[in-house]
């Protein structure tokens, strides 16, 4: 290699890194120019001159920032002049250009013929960009960094070997940042310690060192100011920049500080992000410089900025930050007023526990707030314990006393808000305070009726046991709720009656009465109780077989909750379409569901998500995860049996009979059969069981209560759930190339041939003509390519595709 100006000497315990050169050698075959980005201490100069040496390849090597940039500039522009060769031109720290400097630099690489290699610390500069996978191509830190491999070999380097455990941690916690390996074999080959925390944070004191001299130091007194400010948050704009340093300069700065690669990457259309590992430097070395009143400061200032905004949960996290409490406490107050309280709860929950206790039983509206995260959480003592509280101070203070009524009426809002509590109660609630509104002017805290889910019926609470006199508590109690809600109460009652209807499989009734709900909540109601009617019309259709509307009315659904800006309503939509795919057998929509946006149940259990729950116990179901079926049910029965959600334990154990079922047990299958019909005909769900189609009916079909149900609503099930079952046959079916293209029917009949049963056996228990059983077995033989009953039962075995066969 030639050079000029600068000697590029590689560094000891160097690890040759043949994947690296390659990627180099690959691309300057079709390319012309090879950028290097990457910020400082990611061994760009040495991946650069490693090649160089290993390939032979000739260079003249310039670096910036050695001498004054235009002597260099001349100087390559010396060289650009002079007839090209095969040798390359490297441009070492191109971050040091000066805005004018670097513009001018970019044209002469753009117009030259020269073969050109540029380091910085910087990203591609906009002038360049247009040319990636032309004649540029981008080598950045994914490349740079170092592998399991080249860890274990740069350590071997130093005389150290490493266990797993170390090289796992290794790769992890340093993410490939070469410079983190040199102080941490570096400290290792010192003390003769293996790899920990302590040598970890060792490494991690000599590294922030390091960027105090070759970064911070190099900085004059406002870079330094805006570094360290920036550094308090994990993006900012221009603007907010100029607002938290109280400079107009302050943005231009940032921008300039970008572009020398300071750890920061701009984002169109005008934000800031700051590299996290930078973020923690920024953090250490603001405590140590600036008071804690300066970083409060900041604090405030941004949380004061995003409340003028609007942008009240940003606000929150830095007036917490700052323990501006009072600030924090009158923006949860202001938030807890919202019709969506609970959702605006359960996003806001931290702030409501980092504020101290007493702070919080000096104000209702936060004790109340805390009794409602009780319940979010599951949390029932604690929920008791706010609203006892509550119901304490309401018979200490006097009367007169001004807080009383603001006490007496969270405790209202909590009667009818909380779902655990008393039914009669809350009724008498509702009405006495719709009283009060009407004739006392009073007002009450909205809650959310539906909780966000499909339901107005089985929403936040379930309201079945109303389900066989819903026509006659719609007229008195319309007046009730339209006191209480204003406009948020519009068309309450009228999707109440219609899921009422369509759970007695009123069919017609459901969908007049739903059609004519939606007309009038469209023009002046909540997005919260059209999109629980727009789910009803959408399961209706679905049942009358008018599966081609089911996307455009998804799509209508998502348009309409854009456009209301009810982004809290998009967890609950997204399970109504993954709901839909399960009948669509829409495999790819379910899975991209289950493992992206379904809700954990191993995390922090939240109310908010039991629609969401039980959509995943059919996810679990269809891709036969039976006994993590069972687990998340027996999570759910607590939840359901303390919130009185009848509906919601009726189809558990509903979909617990299918899983039994599934793996064998057809005793355990019919028991917990029993004990769902046992509750659906006291409420009389109709459609609940039979929504559930071929999965449910195969048990239904020769089921025997044995006087424990009437025969007359067992029919009703048996006749409705096989209309479904005919209509979508693969519903919960996983049909792929594990069954060869098995028919559910075919799957059926094949599993009753590995238990040895006859033609005329198999037609009898399937309730179907015998021809109709030859047929399907012909065509079982075919897809397996069997000539006899033995051998398809000896195919699908060795595949696995029996029921027995998949019981994980």
């Not at 006859?758 to 015998?770: D, F, R, V, W």
Request: glycine share 4%; net charge neutral; charged share 25%.
């Amino acid at each position: 290699m030639t050079e000029k100006d600068t000697i590029i000497e590689l560094p000891p315990n160097m690890v040759l890194r043949s994947r690296l050169q390659n990627i180099f050698e690959e691309n300057v075959k079709v390319k012309r120019i090879i950028y290097v980005s990457a910020y400082t201490g990611w061994g760009k100069t040495t991946a650069v001159a490693e090649w160089l040496n290993q390939k032979e390849h000739e260079a003249v090597w310039f670096c910036l920032g050695e001498q004054r940039n235009q002597t260099v500039i001349n100087k390559i522009l010396t060289e650009i002049n002079s007839k090209p060769t095969e040798k390359f031109i490297v441009i070492d720290n191109y971050h040091l250009l000066d805005e004018r400097e670097m513009e001018y630099m970019n044209l002469m690489v753009i117009q030259s013929n020269w073969r050109f290699v540029i380091i910085s610390r910087a990203e591609l500069p906009k002038a360049l960009s247009i040319y990636v996978g032309l004649s540029l191509h981008l080598i950045g830190m994914d490349q740079l960094k170092f592998t399991e491999a080249e860890i274990i070999e740069y350590f071997q380097q130093y005389n150290i070997s490493l266990t797993d455990q170390e090289i796992s941690h290794l790769f992890v916690e340093q993410k490939g940042w070469i410079i983190s390996y040199r102080y941490a074999a570096s400290i290792m080959q010192a003390t003769g310690e293996p790899y920990a925390r302590k040598i970890q944070l060792k490494a991690l004191e000599a590294i922030y060192q390091y960027l105090d001299i070759e970064l911070l130091g190099k900085l004059d007194r406002l870079e330094k100011k805006v570094l360290l400010t920036v550094g308090c948050f994990d993006k900012v704009t221009a603007e907010e920049a100029d607002v938290l340093l109280e400079s107009e300069e302050a943005h231009r700065v940032l921008k300039e500080l970008t572009r020398q690669g300071c750890f920061l990457t701009f984002l169109l259309p005008d934000t800031y992000l700051v590299y996290p590992f930078f973020q923690d430097y920024l953090t250490y070395t603001r405590d140590k410089v600036l008071s804690k009143e300066e970083i409060d400061n900041i604090y405030n200032t941004a949380g004061a900025y995003f409340e003028k905004k609007n942008e009240s949960t940003i606000a929150l996290e830095y007036y917490i930050k700052a323990k501006e409490y009072k600030s924090v406490i009158r923006l949860l107050i202001e938030l807890s007023k919202s019709p969506v309280g609970q959702t605006d709860l359960w996003k806001n929950k931290k702030y409501y526990f980092q504020l101290p206790e007493e702070m919080i039983k000096e104000e209702p509206a936060l004790c109340c707030g805390m009794a409602m995260l009780g319940i979010i959480c599951f949390n029932l003592a604690e929920a008791d314990k706010w609203k006892s509280y509550l119901e304490n101070q309401l018979e200490l203070l006097p009367q007169g006393d001004k807080k009383r009524t603001e006490i007496y009426e969270k405790l209202a809002y909590l009667s009818i808000a909380m779902p655990n509590s008393n039914m009669s109660n809350f009724l008498n609630v509702m009405k006495n305070w719709a009283r009060k509104v009407r004739h006392e002017d009073l007002k009450m805290q909205k809650a959310n009726i539906t909780w966000n889910t499909p339901s107005v019926v089985n929403g936040g609470r379930d309201f079945t046991p109303w389900l066989k006199k819903a026509k006659l508590i719609r007229n008195p109690m319309d007046w009730v709720v339209i006191s209480l809600y204003g406009d948020y109460g519009i068309g309450v009652l009228d999707v109440a009656v219609a899921e009422c209807y369509y759970q007695q499989d009123k069919i017609q009734d459901a969908l007049i009465q739903v059609v004519r709900a939606i007309s009038f909540i469209e023009q002046k109601g909540s997005i919260i109780i059209l999109f629980a009617a727009m789910s009803v019309q959408m399961m209706i259709m679905m049942i009358l077989g008018q599966t081609v509307t089911t996307k455009p009315m998804l799509d209508n659904m998502r348009d309409k909750i854009e456009a209301a800006n009810a982004e809290f309503l998009y967890p609950n939509l997204e399970a109504v379409s993954a709901f839909v795919s399960l009948y669509e057998n829409n495999y790819e929509k379910i899975e991209y569901w289950l493992n992206n946006e379904a809700p954990d149940e191993n995390a922090t259990f939240c109310t908010l998500d039991i629609f969401r729950y039980n959509v995943k116990l059919r996810a679990y179901i269809l891709y036969e995860k039976y006994y993590l079926a069972i687990g998340l049910a027996e999570k759910l029965r607590p939840v359901f049996e303390a919130l009185h959600r009848n509906m919601d334990l009726a189809q558990l154990d509903m979909l617990l009979a299918i899983v039994y079922y599934r793996i064998g047990q057809k005793e355990k299958a019919e028991q917990y059969l029993t004990e769902a019909l046992l509750r659906g005909e006291k409420y009389g769900y109709i459609r609940l069981f039979a929504d559930e189609g071929e999965p449910l009916y195969k048990i239904l079909r020769n089921f025997d209560a044995e006087d424990l149900i009437a025969k007359n609503y067992l029919n009703k099930i048996k006749e409705a759930t096989k209309k479904v079952a005919m209509q979508y046959p693969s519903y919960l079916t996983l049909l792929n190339s594990k069954q060869d293209g098995l028919s559910a029917s075919e799957m059926e009949i094949l599993n009753l041939l590995a238990q040895a049963k006859a033609n005329n056996e198999i037609a009898e228990y399937l309730n179907i003509s015998l021809n109709t059983v030859k047929f399907h077995i012909k065509n079982i033989y075919s897809k397996l390519g069997a000539k006899n009953r033995f051998q398809a039962v000896h195919i699908a075995r060795d595949k696995r595709i029996l029921s027995n066969d998949k019981m994980s």
